[in-house]
């Protein structure tokens, strides 16, 4: 299933990276929310988990349907039309770097000097990738499009945060699909308030790489990754993911012709590495708040995961 999630989303960046070329970024992801919302119903009847959520879980649907499913996605795509598929992912998956300082602040979690480093790691990639003495800062488009993303990450960070801290009571599958509801309803009106109805030319090639960016990208990667953060632990799951962003590269380059610079395979070494460093260093301390404390509840283990 991680695999899978692996695949999906790693094919999805190129992909989206084709239809926002017919399409604006709004009316993208509410077209692709809209598929997506269908399929996950479908697989939620289908498998017999399709349940209302509780007063208690509201708030985590609320958070994971505005700031990554609308807040995330949008300014990713945003983004991603302005500035190439393999910058764009980078910058996306930097999220791990924001979580921890953020988990210090507002979980209370320990900042352990090697989660620090793998921060000063990454951040230091950001840099690379950047290299501001090269940037075009007067390049509108580019400037914008990198804020976007790096808006877009700090996003996802929250919404991590606040899964980190949430007491669920349904399981993540069982709320993903009102999630994705919820999503559709404000992306659509949105979506018409921007503008009117692209008149877009939809061809076999067009209509494909839609349902795959909804069905496969949202719908089937959604579902694999709830299965796989219940069945792996949750370091094998977000080490796991950091194989995304390569896989995105490396498509972007054979299908897109996208150019793979030094400084996008310096900054890619560095990110993903300080955010492997400082995700190894959580198993390390979580291991020292056992011996100090006992073995962490079930309850527990689930919630963080």
Not at 24 to 36: C, E, G
Not at 184 to 192: E, M, N, R, S
Not at 220 to 249: E, H, K, M
Request: proline letters at 5%; aromatic letters at 6%.
């Amino acid at each position: 299933m991680l695999l899978i999630v692996v695949a999906a989303w790693g094919l999805t960046w190129p992909v989206n990276k084709q239809l926002l070329q017919s399409l604006s970024p709004l009316w993208m992801v509410a077209l692709r929310a809209a598929i997506a919302t269908v399929a996950l119903f479908v697989i939620a009847i289908a498998r017999r988990r399709l349940v209302l959520p509780t007063r208690a879980d509201v708030p985590v649907v609320l958070s994971i349907t505005l700031l990554h499913m609308v807040g995330f996605v949008v300014l990713a795509n945003v983004g991603l039309e302005l500035v190439s598929t393999g910058r764009t992912v980078v910058l996306a998956y930097t999220t791990p770097l924001w979580v921890a300082p953020a988990a210090r602040i507002f979980l209370h979690e320990r900042l352990t000097p090697r989660r620090v480093i793998g921060v000063l790691i990454g951040v230091t990639g950001l840099v690379v990738l950047f290299n501001p003495l090269a940037f075009d800062w007067g390049d509108s488009r580019a400037v914008l499009g990198n804020l976007a993303i790096l808006a877009a990450a700090a996003l996802w960070a929250a919404n991590i945060v606040h899964l980190r801290g949430h007491d669920w009571q349904a399981t993540p599958f069982e709320l993903l699909p009102w999630e994705m509801l919820l999503a559709t309803l404000i992306l659509v009106p949105l979506a018409f308030v921007s503008g009117h109805v692209p008149a877009v030319p939809w061809d076999a090639r067009l209509v494909a790489l839609m349902l795959y960016s909804a069905a496969v990208g949202a719908g089937l990667a959604y579902w694999a990754l709830a299965v796989a953060g219940r069945d792996l632990p949750a370091i094998t799951t977000s080490l796991g993911l950091l194989a995304t962003p390569v896989v995105s590269i490396v498509i972007a380059t054979l299908w897109l012709g996208e150019a793979v610079t030094i400084s996008l395979v310096v900054a890619v070494l560095l990110v993903l590495g300080g955010i492997a460093l400082g995700a190894t260093g959580a198993t390390t301390a979580r291991s020292a708040d056992q011996r100090r404390h006992g073995p962490i509840h079930h309850q527990q283990v689930r919630e963080t995961t």
